[in-house]
């Protein structure tokens, strides 16, 4: 298993539509293991396989389990479908690839999405609230959708670190152009070996 890197808004891998995985191997679960590892190293609830810039269609989500104590369950799931969709909810939405930005997302408040297990089984979750909001988020990504194209104009935001608040950060106004402007300096530095 191994921690990889995440690719950062403005990169193409992001933007492209991933295939569907039909031959099941060792690969493909040494993928979800990697996928595993970086979704929680970098404390994300979703991570779909284009962020680590693999375009097949295979995301991981986690929820927690409702039991107080218990490790949170993740569910791993090959070329996912959104087979139903019902009601609304309204939220703050953020992604590993887009670090440190939130912004408000109008999403289903339920969903089912049928997909295959890694061990290629059939799977059927059925999902509400900060699960269903995920589910959809990290499906959007296998299409090349980000969530700051569903984002409601003016709501995106900075998530700076400030001690004098309670949370430890206060959010700051931002544009997708300033947005966008940062997320490539980022890339930039890192491009240099930075990070
Ligand atoms: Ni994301």
Redesign the pocket.
């Given at each position: 298993m191994a921690r990889r890197e995440l690719l950062i808004c403005g990169e193409a891998l992001l933007r492209k539509k991933a295939k569907p995985v039909r031959r099941i191997g060792p690969d493909v679960l040494a993928l979800f293991d990697d996928m595993v590892e970086t979704m929680i190293a970098e404390q994300?609830l979703?991570?779909?396989a284009p962020?680590i810039g693999e375009s097949v269609q295979a995301i991981v989500v986690r929820t927690d389990s409702g039991e107080e104590g218990a490790e949170p369950l993740t569910y791993r799931l090959l070329n996912p479908r959104l087979v139903e969709a019902s009601g609304e909810q309204e939220g703050l939405e953020?992604?590993?690839?887009?670090p440190t930005l939130r912004g408000c997302v109008v999403r289903a408040a339920r969903v089912v999405v049928t997909g295959l297990t890694p061990e290629g089984k059939d799977l059927t979750l059925e999902a509400e609230d900060l699960l269903a909001r995920a589910l959809q988020?990290?499906i959007?990504?296998l299409r090349g959708i980000?969530?700051t194209d569903r984002a409601e104009e003016n709501s995106l935001v900075w998530m700076v670190p400030d001690e004098d608040e309670p949370q430890g950060f206060r959010y700051e106004p931002t544009t997708l152009r300033e947005a966008q402007e940062a997320f490539d300096r980022l890339r930039a530095r890192r491009g240099r070996g930075g990070r």
């Open positions: 994300g979703g991570l779909a962020q953020g992604c590993l690839s887009l988020h990290e959007d990504h980000l969530f």
